[in-house]
Each structure stands twice: as structure tokens, then as C-alpha cells.
């Protein structure tokens, strides 16, 4: 049975008021980080304004009114012709030796066989299909399917729109070989890859524009060499 938007609402705003909560007591993060939540604002800054405050709890019904409008959402309870796939927490692939991480927000299947991968989002409408490919590669891989289109679908919760691609045999093929290269690339920021040792941070320069950096989970590792470029406010 799918759950009510009261339901869901008040989960939500439950959850996000103790992560909340959590991060005004940093003291007691540092205990124990991995048990508690920390908002980037709080970390960093003196917390949310009360515009930012107030654009997320809109943000919020938005986004949930269109998870359940959404088409994915409406397929997957379409029982008894649609059977839903559980993606754990953590799933993994191997491609060579190399253990790939994918994490699709649902995996379906209709009663004509097609598959579909969906993600949700909840912010701007940034498609990156090249996540969505190494979700429907997973697919491909783990469920062993051959000559098979795997249809992949975002849905933009804040909108209530949805983009739409079929990966081909090829496609993830192709997919298959950007990950290869990809792993070899970072493979050559590693002193020593059997240990994932890495090299000196010497090797691992600041990128040339830094304006997004702020945003970056690693900014702590470089804020002060971030700051000694900065040469004004514009």
C-alpha cells in the first residue's frame, strides 16, 4: 500500500528536525559522527537562515507531492504486473578486478520484461546520464541480461518532469569502457594500487577555479589553500 503524503511528510520533517537538532551539538558529533548528522551549513557557517529554512519546507511538499504523482512511483506499486527489485544500501559490481559502487533509488520490472532504473532528484535539472548508465550496467551485469534495453528514468521531483533514456547493448558497452579508463586514470594517484596507497598531496593539485569548492565534502583538507588564492570578492 502506498503511503499517504501526511505520512510521508511527517517523516521527513521528523528526520530533517533531529538532523537538525544534531548539528547545533557539535561537541557531541565529533563523539560519534558516524551516529549523528551534521548540515553542511552548521559545519562550516553559523547554520540556516530563515530563508533557506523556509525554501525547504516548500521544497519539501513539492518534492513529496511529486514522488507520488511520479510514474515510476506509480508503476512500482502497479502490482500484481510489476516486480520491484530491493537495491540494498551498499551494492557492488565487478568490472576487472574493480569493485563499482551503484546505487539506483528504485529497480522494476514490468510484465513485458522491461527493466527501468529510476533516480529521483530534488534539485535542478542537471541530467548526468553517464550515472544512470553505470546504474543500468549494474543491472545488466547482476541480473545477467543479454540483448536487453534498459529503459532509465529521471524524475525531477521539484518540477514534476521526468527525462528518459533507453540504454542500448552498446551504450553499455561503452559505459563498460569509460569505467575501465576511468579506474586507470585514478590508478595513476596511487603509490602503491595493490595497498590503495595513495601518493604525496603534491600530486594532487588545486583545481584552477575554485568556485565550487565551498560546496565540496573535502573542503576542510584544502580551505586554508583555497583561501590564499582567493585575490577579492569578484
Known amino acids: 500500500e502506498a503511503p499517504s503524503l501526511d505520512t510521508l511528510h511527517n517523516k521527513v520533517r521528523n528526520d530533517l528536525n533531529k538532523a537538525y537538532l544534531e548539528s547545533r551539538d557539535r561537541a557531541a558529533w565529533e563523539r560519534t559522527p558516524n551516529r549523528r548528522k551534521m548540515f553542511h551549513e552548521f559545519y562550516y557557517a553559523t547554520g540556516l537562515s530563515d530563508s533557506a529554512i523556509e525554501e525547504s519546507r516548500q521544497r519539501i511538499l513539492t518534492c513529496l507531492t511529486n514522488l507520488l504523482a511520479s510514474r515510476s512511483f506509480r508503476d512500482a506499486i502497479a502490482a500484481p ?12 559490481f565487478d568490472i ?9 533509488d ?16 530534488t534539485g535542478r535539472e542537471d541530467v548526468d546520464w553517464e550515472q544512470l548508465a553505470v546504474y543500468a550496467l549494474y543491472v545488466s551485469e547482476r541480473h545477467g541480461l543479454q540483448n536487453t534495453s534498459i529503459q532509465a528514468r529521471i524524475e525531477w521531483l521539484a518540477t514534476g518532469t521526468a527525462d528518459e533514456y533507453s ?3 552498446g551504450d553499455l558497452r561503452a559505459c563498460r569502457d569509460r569505467i575501465l579508463d576511468s579506474v586507470s586514470i585514478m590508478q595513476t594517484y596511487l603509490a602503491d594500487p595493490a595497498v590503495n596507497a595513495p601518493r604525496d598531496r603534491a600530486a594532487f593539485p588545486l583545481r584552477e577555479d575554485t568556485s565550487k569548492c565551498r560546496n565540496c565534502k573535502f573542503y576542510e583538507l584544502n580551505e586554508e589553500e583555497i583561501a590564499s588564492r582567493s585575490s577579492g570578492p569578484f
Do not use: C
Not at 504486473?81 to 557492488?92: I, K, L, N, P, S
Not at 578486478?97 to 551503484?102: D, E, K, L, R, S
Open 81 to 92: 504486473y510489476v516486480e520491484a527489485r530491493q537495491v540494498d544500501e551498499f551494492v557492488t
Open 106 to 121: 528504485l529497480l522494476y520490472r514490468l510484465g513485458d520484461e522491461t527493466w527501468t532504473v529510476t533516480d529521483w532528484k
Open 96 to 104: 576487472d578486478g574493480t569493485p563499482i559502487y551503484a546505487m539506483p
Open 167 to 169: 540504454f542500448s547493448e
